[in-house]
């Protein structure tokens, strides 16, 4: 799961799958939105990172992989598209952008780092020393802690639980105390920001859009086929039975020109794609009648179809 | 003499009372089987008990006699023909009103045509009755092979075993009317000390009985297996 500062909340709790997403992003283009847009999915998570209007960063982060830039997008996009999504947009300060690129995008200066093996203090005094700018991740089996910087300089403390960046460390410092804690030290070069590129501008978002778009819509109608043929032999096997249930009755009281009968009777069935009912045996079993009383006497044939009508009923009304 | 011929119009009366019954409460494929037997009646009443009904001298009815049971196998083996197409094709139509109506068109189609041409002598009696009887008896061999293919096609129906009594109703009319037509065509009438004569004449006699106890017994198994 991706932690993030929550900062300003712009929207909460949007289903994506209903919003024009390339228009939602071109407004916040527009309106030099600062913040980030994350979407929360069953298969994932995105996050769109606006700087002063620029999407300068896009991740989409699964169990087993993590998209970035354009993929992430088209990613996002598709799983929005299922429906089944959460959009949140919070707005944050462009320091604070730009960390959270730097903790999802960030090299990684050290991973896993158990903290009782170092001193957490010298650590920090380092990041400002060295002027760094990124993220200090601090996790325990049970809590989160993020120290995000700037040129050296704290610009705040987040942790899971709390809703926006605190300015003092202590929560931060207790998960670091916690038994078995480590820390992941993720930082970005000093020129990274101004060389991060707008991804709307670079890339066709419409485009990419219109392709999930289109995919989801294949996808949709190739899911209708299918529910249809699987309909469709469902009917046909309801059809079968029915058939061969007849034909078996026919067959033990007129013998094969019953059946052949009942062939006959049974194509001149007219359903027009509609589930074969009781109600369209009517006609089929005055037909069949009038055909059996060339071979066959009244009582013989209402026995004949009074066999037929039990079973049909029980066919039709059980699947 | 007179007893049995007596004796055969109460056989015909009842084989043809029954078959038109049966015509009237079965099926429309039935409708020209029935009324062909039906017709027999009309067609052997009619000369054959002569001697109870006024008329006896009348060469038009002795004529229409005649043409009568030409019709009834010409109908009765088209009715078959229908059957045997139905158990082939399962398709059936036509109405039992246009059957009757188009037998007693036939009927009086042929009354106007005696009526309008000369009163009919002993010998275009004879050949109307050479030609009623040449149908009569190929018509019933071409029909017993007819109703053996039915058979097949439906032995396995409830109606199934009545095709074989008509196998043997045919075999009977087959002997009546061949004997006839024996008799006539080698003018046996008029050799009546041969004993080809008198086998034929019996003949004729005892497949007339029997063609008259089959009919009827054939209908009224008919009815017993369409109950």
Redesign the interface.
């Known amino acids: 799961m991706i932690l993030l500062p929550r900062g300003n909340p712009v929207k909460e709790n949007v289903n994506p799958g209903k919003v024009n997403l390339p228009d939602a992003l071109d407004k916040l283009r527009q309106g030099k939105f600062t913040g980030y847009l994350r979407f929360d999915f069953p298969e994932g998570t995105g996050i769109f990172i606006f700087q002063a209007g620029r999407l300068i960063s896009s991740l989409f982060e699964t169990g087993r992989e993590n998209l970035i830039a354009y993929d992430a997008i088209a990613r996002t996009f598709h799983e929005s598209l299922k429906g089944d999504g959460r959009l949140d947009i919070y707005r944050l300060s462009p320091e604070l952008a730009f960390s959270i690129h730097a903790l999802l995008h960030g090299e990684m200066l050290h991973r896993g780092q158990d903290l009782q093996l170092i001193d957490i203090r010298s650590l920090l005094t380092r990041m400002r020393d060295e002027q760094r700018s990124g993220c200090l991740r601090i996790y325990s089996d049970d809590h989160i802690a993020l120290i995000f910087y700037r040129d050296g300089k704290p610009l705040g403390f987040f942790h899971d639980g709390s809703t926006d960046i605190e300015t003092t460390a202590d929560t931060s410092m207790s998960v670091a105390r916690a038994p078995g804690a480590k820390v992941d030290v993720l930082i970005t070069r000093g020129d990274a920001e101004k060389s991060l590129a707008d991804l709307m501008e670079t890339a066709n978002i419409a485009g990419l859009w219109n392709k999930e778009v289109g995919e989801r819509q294949r996808q949709r109608e190739e899911q209708e086929n299918a529910a249809s043929r699987t309909l469709e032999m469902r009917e046909g096997e309801r059809r079968q039975k029915t058939l061969a249930l007849f034909q078996k009755a026919a ?1 033990q ?6 059946v ?2 009942v062939d ?1 009777e049974f194509d001149r069935l007219k359903l027009n794609g509609v589930p074969l009912g009781e109600g369209h045996l009517t006609g089929f079993y005055d037909n069949l009648a ?2 059996a ?8 044939i209402e026995l004949m179809l009074d066999e037929m009508k039990k079973g049909a009923r029980s066919v039709l009304k059980g699947s | 003499m007179e007893q049995l011929h007596l004796v055969l119009a109460v056989f015909w009366l009842i084989a043809g009372g029954v078959a038109f019954y049966f015509s009237i409460g ?2 429309r ?2 409708t020209s089987i029935a009324v062909g037997f039906f017709l027999i009646l009309l067609g052997e009443i009619i000369p054959g008990a002569l001697p109870f009904l006024p008329g006896l001298d009348n060469p038009y009815v002795l004529t229409m006699g005649h043409i009568i049971g030409t019709i009834a196998i010409l109908v009765m083996s088209h009715g078959f023909q229908e ?1 045997y197409v ?2 082939r094709t ?1 398709d ?1 139509e036509g109405s039992k009103l246009f059957v009757y109506l188009s037998v007693v068109g036939v009927i009086i189609a042929s009354m106007v045509f005696l009526l309008i041409n000369p009163a009919p002598g002993e010998d275009v009696r004879r050949i109307i009755r050479v030609v009623e009887n040449t149908n009569w008896v190929f018509l019933s061999l071409i029909n017993i092979d007819l109703i053996r293919k039915i058979y097949l ?8 075993k009545g095709f074989i009594a008509f196998m043997v109703v045919f075999a009977c009319i087959f002997l009546w009317k061949g004997s006839q037509l024996y008799i006539d065509v080698y003018d046996l009438e008029n050799k009546k000390d041969l004993i080809n004569y008198t086998i034929s004449y019996y003949t004729n006699l005892g497949g007339n009985l029997l063609a008259s106890i089959s009919v009827g017994a054939t209908f009224l198994y008919l009815a017993k ?3």
């Open positions: 067959q009281h007129l013998g094969k020109i019953g052949s009968l006959k009038k055909a009383k060339l071979v066959a006497g009244p009582s013989k | 079965n099926a494929v039935w059957y139905f158990t399962l059936f096609n439906i032995q396995e129906t409830p109606i199934s297996l369409l109950r």
